[in-house]
């Protein structure tokens, strides 16, 4: 049984984020109630509170305050009212009060009600969830490898909370749980790999944060759990539900942020059913490690539920003399403290350290990139070391405080401790040789804070339908640094036909205690209004008053410039239309505020902030679903200032960075047994108003397009086939475009194969990625990975 969404309005979409999932599931799931069909003939009555409002708003409050799961598709209530009710009712009467005199019939199997209009026949269901399933179990319902991994809702818009993918006049991707684990991704490089609107730009395996390319921009920002963040250093993904891209300038919703869009890890919720899980295998190399996936409810009512991650890793990677040693404990708490008021609780633990972490290149004018080095070789030191140590803890409140009013508030603090922190960088200076630099860096600290408030207000003016959401969002970075980093100056030459690996120096002692270096904080005051016009309009206005402010200090407490502190209002509007229940079209106007760029370390004013930079986007575009599949389609324009290093080796703002460009979606089935998820990204990007009018800036393809697919075997059940293609164009290698990197295509590989072993599932994954074992540059300081075979099998009891 196929099932289909409801036609879910702006105001009540947004209202019932947290309690409501939107399913496709099998006829066998669908007709299979949570309790004996015979529970609700002794079920005692409950007091309701349903003001008189539309059947879709009055299911979705019945399933709040009665626990009932109510399936229908959109024609069975578009344009039906209900009225209202009050006072003590069982679930089958207030069913029965609800849908007198509708031409609806309905059928009550357990907590599962079906709905079907009387004139429409075999209508395809979907589910409207009450309290008895908390948001982040409601997310766990979406995006399976039954459902070809097409999701419905995005977790988090920032300060708009949840949203149906469909409705959001935004370009949203999303990898969910079951494709994070049969890719078997280890970083997040694995899931913006297959991503089809993303790029890796910096692998976590050279020990800086993981940077990202979206729409032709670079960036750091993430945000976790809606949570922002500047950037997400050792990121594993055990612990993730999934990953959200939102392509595109994010002010309004998140604050100051590039303009290439947002990155949003969601972490895994309690389940409502009994859930262990065991998996051992390798990442690739001799990666060998145990993941531990446990969850569940705590007490007889359901009221509160667990979920605890547990993995241990060690071994060597594909690329020679390089290992990641790392240890995850993550849990997460739910309590539905009230029938109003639930709260949720993160912790984690992380351990990540690497040896041989990978080296960073750049070549002078004029020398030549060819050949690619050899990926799988170490073209750092063995000794090169790297170590984190995480611990994040996270709540969130969310309080329906009336039928209209529904308060948010969070805070998450993370705190990072790197013990010591080796780079290696490597200069190509004549066709056949190269130079290079170790630098050992003695200890620093991070700590990282995120709070929000904020409220949501349903409202009616006239024929008009308000949500008006408004309140707070921050977050903050405290970072101590060393005053030791010491390095072994430039050695070499050395040829480029193999690396030279040379004894690790007696560097000074580094150990020294990290001074206080600063801080860097986002704060935002924000005002928005979703207006719904009828069934069919709707239009999303708001402003977003962001400041950022940072101080810079050296080891003697002296400012190394003065403090930064700047303000804008960031205005955001965006108009929908939906034509058709399955299709979506919208055209979107956004601001947004930035900080400005960081000089890099081979600048002459290495770590200069620059100015603060404005940018301007305009975006129309289109969803549809047709049969299992999503298909989406954007047009954008976007606009920021544009920062380089000149011709005297200073980084500099100077002109407008203009990106105008084409993307291109689908994910889901298009058969029984295929799917598919995938896209394109085409870019016209150029400078202007500069020295390099006209120039394309460095280290943006014109031509992304990938596609990931799986084929399920008839003849074997629970067999599949899986594997991707991607493929990216040129790139300028330098700012003056006189040198320029090739197109490559990279191709992966793999088998699925799921059964029973005692009756308890067992699943066997092999993936090989990049199956030529291509040699390329990502972009131009970055190799990209050899080839690895990773291997796994997953026991579920």
Known sequence: MTSFFPDARWRQAARRALLRAHLTLPAALCLTAFHSPAIHAQEAAVFLDIPAQSLDAALIQLGRQTGLQVFYAPEAVSGLRAPALQGRLTPDQALARLLAGQPVDYRREGREVTLNRSDVTQLKPVTVLGNTLPPGAALQQEGGEAEGYRVRTVSSLGTLGAMDIRDAPYAITVVPRDLITNIQAQSPDDVFRINPTTQSTTPQMTGWAPMVRIRGFGTYDTAEDGLRRPNSFATSMEDKERVEVLSGLSGFMYGAASPGGMVNYVYKRPTLERLNSLTVGNYGGSQYYAHGDFGGRIDAQGRAGYRLNVVRQDGSTAIDDQKVDRTLISGALDWQLTDRLLAEVNASYHRYRTEGASAYWTYRPGVSRTPVPDASKQWSQPWIRDEFEKTRLMGKLTYQASDRITLRGSVMREYHDRPVQDHTMNSGRLNDEYYQIAIRSGRTKNEYQAATLMADIDL?????????????????????????????????????????????????????????????????????????????????????????????????????????????????????????????????????????????????????IMAPMVSKQKEIGVKASVGGTLLTAALFDIEKAYEFIDGGNTYTQDGRQQHRGLELTASGKVSERVTVFGGLTWLDAKVKQSALDGKMPMNVSRTVAKLYSEYAFAEVPGLA???????????????????????????DVGLRYATKVSGKPLTLRLNVNNLADRNYWINSYYVGPPRSVAFSAQMQF
């Open 460 to 608: 009616e003016t006239g024929p008009l339908s308000h949500r008006l959401t408004l309140g707070y969002y921050g977050y903050s970075d405290k970072s101590w640094a060393t005053p030791d980093s010491p390095n072994t100056g430039w050695l070499g030459p050395f040829p480029r036909s193999a690396p030279v690996h040379r004894p690790e120096p007696v560097f000074p002692d580094t150990a020294s205690r990290p001074y206080y270096s600063g801080k860097m904080e986002n704060q935002n005051l924000f005002l928005g209004d979703v207006i719904e016009f009828g069934d069919q309009w709707t239009l999303i206005a708001g402003v977003n008053h962001s400041r950022i402010r940072t101080r810079s200090l050296n080891a003697q407490g002296v400012r190394t410039q003065p403090d930064y502190d700047q303000r804008r209002n960031s205005p955001s509007v965006s108009l929908s239309y939906k034509p058709l229940s399955w299709l979506t079209t919208y055209a979107t106007y956004i601001e947004g505020l930035e900080q400005g760029g960081v000089a890099p370390e081979e600048a002459s004013n290495r770590d200069q």
């Open 721 to 747: 086939l899986t594997g991707g293609i991607y493929y990216t164009g040129k790139q300028w290698a330098d700012d003056a475009n006189t040198s320029r990197l090739p197109s490559f295509t990279t191709a």
